[in-house]
Nanobody
């Protein structure tokens, strides 16, 4: 079993910053890509940012220049630093990871989600 636990969401004013964290635990051999997705009310879940085990990153156009994804492989943790937040960033943010388990199975795992609310 592998779990992802997110933290760091909350309420912030427009222009403010938040940092999300997501820690993976369980029967982990290695973790390939990790990422953050978000889902706003009435909208589909969308990719926000992703990072490979080697550190290559990919961002949605809407967050480029404002959000930064990073990871600590020793801690099996991924972070999302969100700056210059806008009301349209309001959503539930989900952590995602592609994990190789100790039995050498590939699993795609999701966190439970953390709510980010940006007030205008």
């Amino acid at each position: 079993q592998v779990q992802l636990v997110e933290s760091g969401g909350g309420l912030v004013q427009a222009g403010g910053s938040l940092r999300l964290s997501c820690a993976a635990s369980g029967s982990i051999f290695s973790i390939n890509a990790m990422g953050w997705y978000r889902q706003a009310p009435g909208k589909q879940r969308e990719l926000v940012a992703a990072i490979t085990s080697g550190g290559s990153t990919n961002y949605a156009d809407s967050v480029k220049g404002r959000f930064t994804i990073s990871r600590d492989n020793a801690k099996n943790t991924v972070y999302l630093q969100m700056n210059s937040l806008k009301p349209e960033d309001t959503a539930v943010y989900y952590c995602n990871a592609v994990v190789v388990t100790t039995t050498l199975r590939y699993l795609e795992v999701w966190g439970q989600g953390t709510l980010v609310t940006v007030s205008s």
